[in-house]
């Protein structure tokens, strides 16, 4: 052939495709069967999603769990990581005093990724000592005193304590609910 002529078009969409290329001379001669090619174009990431981890947490390790588009693969701060045929993965981490950092990236079939990085920092155990005595509205908690609303009492063979008291030294939120009558403490 004479010359080589180069044809470009921008694609808009992901999705299949099919072209031909048809050969033809300078006689105006053309090629039979012409040659086709198909090909698939993916510009999507692929969906990772991370279940939420601890924040914080005093445990030596945690387990850290998704789901990852099906046919992807995932590196977590650079190693693979085993995939269910579902997409699920999971796997339990150990943890160093200290902030720990863990990068996921998921890449599909097309090398489009997925970038999702997450923190946990893990802190030393802090127990909390609360002191109390029956019939006293005083309370120490480590080494505060404090006065309780109400003071813990035996009835029928059952010690009662104050719950609120205890669930907040804690550090947790206790929320009441009048009408069912009940206590919802996070």
Do not use: C
Not at 20 to 44: C, H, M, R, W
Not at 49 to 78: D, F, H, R, Y
Not at 105 to 129: C, G, H, S, Y
Request: net charge negative; glycine share 4%; no cysteine.
């Amino acid at each position: 052939f004479s010359y080589v002529k180069n044809v470009s078009f921008t694609l808009i969409s992901d999705g299949f495709y099919t072209f031909s290329v048809q050969a033809k001379d300078l006689e105006g001669n053309l090629e039979v069967t012409p040659i086709e090619y198909t090909f698939t174009l993916d510009t999507t990431p692929p969906i990772l999603q991370l279940a939420s981890p601890p924040e914080q947490t005093n445990q030596a390790s945690v387990i850290l769990k998704g789901l990852i588009e099906q046919e992807a693969t995932l590196l977590m701060n650079g190693q693979p990581l085993d995939i269910a045929e579902d997409g699920s993965f999971s796997i339990q981490v150990a943890l160093e005093m200290g902030v720990n950092s863990f990068q996921f990236i998921a890449m599909d079939k097309a090398t489009n990724t997925t970038v999702q990085e997450i923190t946990i920092l893990r802190k030393e155990f802090q127990p909390i000592l609360i002191t109390m005595t029956i019939g006293s509205k005083k309370a120490i908690v480590d080494d505060r005193i404090l006065t309780l609303d109400s003071a813990p009492f035996i009835q029928q063979s059952r010690t009662f304590v104050p719950l609120r008291f205890i669930a907040e030294a804690f550090g947790a939120e206790v929320l009441w609910f009048p009408e069912p009558r009940k206590i919802e403490i996070t």
